[in-house]
Structures are given as structure tokens and as C-alpha cells.
T-cell receptor, first 111, second 112 residues
Framework: SQQGEEDPQALSIQEGENATMNCSYK?????LQWYRQNSGRGLVHLIL?????REKHSGRLRVTLDTSKKSSSLLITASRAADTASYFC???????????FGKGITLSVRP | DSGVTQTPKHLITATGQRVTLRCSPR?????VYWYQQSLDQGLQFLIQ???????AKGNILERFSAQQFPDLHSELNLSSLELGDSALYFC???????????FGPGTRLTVT
């Protein structure tokens, strides 16, 4: 089974709105990462948050991590049509130090 | 452009055949990862090499093998191909053993 599970599976919003995507995981982690993938292309690293961090910002992105709930959220503020893509969370479990990806969230931003 | 290159971009082959996918990591990156992405299985980690040594293994079939060469480029060999092996195969690289990964554009494999 997947270590990271994203929620919702698909999200459709209007340009200018905020998009919130959630990720839950099962085992203790070293860090959690978010990636974006445009259709059929390679994944692009967005942000990495370590297990001892609670919140991190990068431009219009805000990531939070709650290790007690084993969950993370990715917030994209003031969304743009160009943000349309699939978003994946990936966790690096303490036990094996390999990155495990969730199934992804499909975000559609309507112009 | 991530700096990771993969060849070929597309590959069409028949069942039972063998193919080799090639990856060149970003300059300075020691870790190389291989992933398979299909509609039904999602993004699956196959294998990781660090500075020439196998470091982690995921859902890699016995028909598949990989290696990392002294110049740090890597090859993924897929043999006795089946229809179900049709997928996008991504290579990624990172500086360390576990850190943010930079993905190549992928190789789309179609087995007919």
C-alpha cells in the first residue's frame, strides 16, 4: 500500500482561489516532499519539509506538517491556470530512507 | 530543465524483447533513482544507486535490472517484456542519499 495518500483525488477551482491539498502517511518519516507533474512530463520538486519543521513557505506555496496526525497540507495561494497539474506528496520513511510517492492529486485551475 | 537527461524519449517494442533505458544525472549528483509510472499502478519506485552501489530496492521485477557506471550514468535493462510493462519510466537524481530529487523527462515504453 502507498505510504502517502493524497486527498482529494481531484480538485477544480477558479483562477485566483486558493487550493489546499492534503497528504496522510502511515509510518514515521525523516522528511516529506511535494512534487508537481504536468501531463506526461517529469516531476518537479516543489518543497521539502523536515520532520522537525511545522511550516514552510516558498513563493505562493505553504506546506504544513503535523507529525502527531501523520499528515501534511500543501496550500497554493492565488492560483493560476498554469498551476494545473498533478501534485504528489512523497515521504522518506525513517526505516528505509527511500522516497515513497502517493497517487497524486489532479488540480484543475479554470481561467 | 532539471539537468537530468534520459534516452530514448520513446520506445516501441514487441513482447519478449529486451530494451535498455539510459539516464545521465545532474552534474554532481551521486544518487540515481528509477521509477515506473502507469495509470493503474501510479508512480512506483524501482531502484536507487548511490555512487555506483545499489542503495535501495523497490518494486522491481526480476526481469528488470539496473546499474550505475563509474561516470555516474545509469542504465535500466528490461527483458522478456510483457504488455503490462508499457509505462513511463523516469530517472531522477539527487546530491545525497536522501534529498530532493530532480526528474528527467522520462522514456515512454510501449510494448506491443
Amino acid at each position: 500500500s502507498q505510504q502517502g495518500e493524497e486527498d482529494p483525488q481531484a480538485l477544480s477551482i477558479q483562477e485566483g482561489e486558493n487550493a489546499t491539498m492534503n497528504c496522510s502517511y502511515k509510518t514515521s518519516i525523516n522528511n516529506l516532499q511535494w512534487y508537481r507533474q504536468n501531463s506526461g512530463r517529469g516531476l518537479v520538486h516543489l518543497i521539502l519539509i523536515r520532520s522537525n519543521e511545522r511550516e514552510k513557505h516558498s513563493g505562493r506555496l505553504r506546506v504544513t506538517l503535523d507529525t502527531s496526525k501523520k499528515s501534511s497540507s500543501l496550500l497554493i495561494t492565488a492560483s493560476r491556470a498554469a498551476d494545473t497539474a498533478s501534485y504528489f506528496c512523497a515521504t522518506d520513511a525513517e526505516a528505509n530512507s527511500k522516497l515513497t510517492f502517493g497517487k497524486g492529486i489532479t488540480l484543475s485551475v479554470r481561467p | 530543465d532539471s539537468g537530468v537527461t534520459q534516452t530514448p524519449k520513446h520506445l516501441i517494442t514487441a513482447t519478449g524483447q529486451r530494451v535498455t533505458l539510459r539516464c545521465s544525472p545532474r552534474s554532481g549528483d551521486l544518487s540515481v533513482y528509477w521509477y515506473q509510472q502507469s495509470l493503474d499502478q501510479g508512480l512506483q519506485f524501482l531502484i536507487q544507486y548511490y555512487n555506483g552501489e545499489e542503495r535501495a530496492k523497490g518494486n522491481i521485477l526480476e526481469r528488470f535490472s539496473a546499474q550505475q557506471f563509474p561516470d555516474l550514468h545509469s542504465e535500466l535493462n528490461l527483458s522478456s517484456l510483457e504488455l503490462g510493462d508499457s509505462a513511463l519510466y523516469f530517472c531522477a537524481s539527487s546530491v545525497g542519499k536522501v534529498s530532493e530529487q530532480y526528474f528527467g523527462p522520462g522514456t515512454r515504453l510501449t510494448v506491443t
